[in-house]
């Protein structure tokens, strides 16, 4: 009998007990214990639901899975991490540390369509944590100096084609980590760490100005 090693479960509802359980989803067997999960973004259209993190082939290679019409299957060979993904306009878009996949290189961040991954922005340094959609608007967090040659605190937009600087923080230094962005009385609002020359902080607000 094959067994299944996964980081994932799904919650069902018990037939004995007058209580719900939770219950392996099936995950492939993957390298343990690397198997930390970050993101679970769900393509309403197609059914399909795709799994990142610390999740690596039995070679070590970092993968990215998808679980579609009951079978689970993978999106390609990564050289590092996969951290984030999200659907945006019916495309998958992934982010993390990595700098190639599937032999194609990319600067932690590319899109999945037709098949085939291609480059989605190039990222200079450091790492994408999150990609998010806010208002039918693509933002990217993590702590990277640069991305399409647009200066940018680890935060950045994607906006008619490329990505773009939400404004740059100073006395921001470069060793800030920022985790994730919401939109709160229609202004972004950024948190993680935030090492300024003045002090560290954990949340700013962006005004627009």
């Not at 208002?135 to 773009?164: I, M, P």
Request: aromatic share 10%; net charge negative.
């Amino acid at each position: 009998m094959q067994t299944w090693i996964g980081a994932i479960a799904i919650a069902c509802p018990g037939v004995l007990q007058a209580q719900n359980n939770w219950v392996d989803a099936g995950m492939p067997q993957l390298q343990v214990p690397t198997n930390w999960i970050f993101s679970l973004p769900v393509d309403t259209g197609t059914g399909s639901l795709y799994v990142c993190g610390y999740l690596q082939l039995a070679l070590g290679q970092p993968t990215l899975l998808r679980y579609s019409a009951g079978q689970w299957d993978t999106l390609g060979i990564f050289d590092q991490v996969v951290k984030t993904a999200v659907l945006w306009r019916d495309t998958l878009i992934v982010g993390g540390v990595f700098t190639s996949v599937d032999g194609v290189a990319v600067q932690r961040a590319a899109c999945y369509a037709n098949g085939q991954w291609s480059p989605y922005g190039s990222f200079s340094n450091g790492t994408i944590n999150k990609l998010k959609v806010i208002g039918n608007e693509l933002y990217a967090v993590g702590a990277f100096d640069e991305v399409d040659a647009h200066t940018c605190n680890g935060v950045a937009k994607r906006s008619e084609g490329q990505w773009v600087e939400l404004s740059v923080v100073p006395g921001l230094n470069s060793n800030t980590q920022i985790m994730d962005i919401i939109l709160f009385d229609n202004e972004p609002v950024a948190c993680g760490t935030l090492n300024l020359s003045d002090g560290t902080r954990a949340i700013m607000r962006y005004t627009g100005t």
